[in-house]
């Protein structure tokens, strides 16, 4: 069974720190992956894409993507209390590039004090 | 661009009655659709795949008499709850991918629902 895993947290940084959120997946023929952000009560909202090692940089958030270690990263600069949400890594089961079913992690709380 | 709005938002339904949600892909259409269940504090556990003019895909253990889904058309999708209990009362999202060749989704709004 193709797995994510994310450490649940709770994750508390303060204003204008870096917070750094991680996340392993099991099946290592996966090449897509995401990072979603869920509000209390919304529905997820897609922050970030990654396709090929490395970093992915856009704005405030970085993706980090190794897939020898089957490790995904998602790094928010300048956190800000507007980041407070909870992360959702997903990763596609479709095998390429193409869509598919998506499998999520448990989701990372993320708290950004003032 | 990639807007997926649902309906109701919210609903309130007695049990053993039956409640029709829509997921409408806004300005993109959509082959297939994905249906997620959310419990409070849980993750998404997706419920099935809604395929455009064919039947739906469910996940193991999702009993697909009792969640109906229909794909009419390239922007619509609906999850009928039948004989609601109160314990399906939950949170449903529905996603899509934009592009055939792209693997990322976007989801709707999502409804919440309850069943007394």
């Known amino acids: 069974q193709k797995e994510v895993e994310q450490n649940s947290g709770p994750l508390s940084v303060p204003e204008g720190a870096i917070a750094s959120l991680n996340c392993t997946y099991s099946?290592?023929?996966?090449?897509?992956f995401f990072w979603y952000r869920q509000y209390s009560g919304k529905s997820p909202e897609l922050i970030m894409s990654?396709?090929?090692?490395g970093d992915k940089e856009d704005g405030r958030f970085t993706a980090q993507l190794n897939k020898a270690s089957q490790y995904v990263s998602l790094l928010i600069r300048d956190s800000q209390p507007s980041d407070s949400a909870t992360y959702l890594c997903?990763?596609?089961?479709?095998?390429?590039?193409?869509?598919?079913?998506?499998?999520f992690g448990q989701g990372t709380i993320l708290t950004v004090h003032p | 661009g990639a807007v997926v709005s649902q309906h109701p938002s919210w609903v309130i339904c007695k049990s053993g009655t039956s409640v029709k949600i829509e997921c409408r892909s806004l300005?993109?259409?959509?082959?297939?659709m994905f249906w997620y269940r959310q419990f409070p504090k849980q993750s998404l556990m997706l419920m099935a795949t809604?395929?455009?003019?064919?039947?739906?895909?469910?996940e193991q253990g999702v009993e697909k008499d009792k969640f109906l889904i229909n794909h009419a058309s390239l922007t619509l999708s609906t999850l009928t709850v039948t004989s609601a209990h109160p314990e399906d009362s939950s949170f449903y999202i529905c996603?899509?991918?934009?592009?055939?060749?792209?693997?990322?989704?976007?989801f709707g709004p999502g409804t919440r629902l309850t069943v007394t």
């Open positions: 996603s899509a991918p934009a592009r055939r060749d792209r693997a990322e989704q976007y």
């Open positions: 099946d290592r023929g996966s090449q897509s």
């Open positions: 990654i396709y090929s090692n």
């Open positions: 997903a990763v596609n089961d479709g095998g390429g590039t193409s869509y598919g079913k998506l499998t």
């Open positions: 300005d993109f259409q959509a082959t297939t």
């Open positions: 809604s395929n455009e003019g064919s039947k739906a895909t469910y």
